[in-house]
């Protein structure tokens, strides 16, 4: 009788043994799937930083040549007098002439 409870509690320790190796198994292929998903996920990352520096770095391009050319590009005058251009009838230059001006 002590041999059988044995038999029984060896059968069933099999089992346990074979359901934890399944496991296992299904964990290793779970963990490869998760491992190649966060290298794939690094990746596309990584393209993205590096097409917003991209990005970046033709935006400050772009301000750069902006400013440049608004720096370079010579002030186009009235055949008038510049003062009565610049001025309003009050007197005090306006807004978008003051920007006019500072080209």
């Known amino acids: 009788e002590k041999n059988l409870k044995l038999e029984e509690k060896i059968t069933m320790l099999q ?8 496991r296992i ?3 290793t292929v779970i ?3 998760l491992s190649e998903e966060n290298a794939n996920l690094q990746e596309y990352v990584e393209k993205e930083v590096e097409e917003k ?3 970046s770095r ?6 750069w040549k902006l400013q440049e050319g ?8 009235p055949p008038t007098s510049s003062a009565s251009f610049y001025r309003c009838s009050s007197g005090n230059s306006s807004p ?6 500072r080209r």
């Open 53 to 55: 520096k991209k990005l």
């Open 25 to 27: 198994e299904q964990n």
């Open 70 to 77: 608004d720096a370079v590009s010579p002030v186009k005058l």
């Open 15 to 22: 089992q346990q043994n074979e359901e934890l190796r399944a």
């Open 31 to 33: 963990t490869r799937q």
């Open 58 to 63: 033709t935006n400050e391009e772009l301000l």
């Open 96 to 101: 978008a002439k003051v920007r006019t001006l």
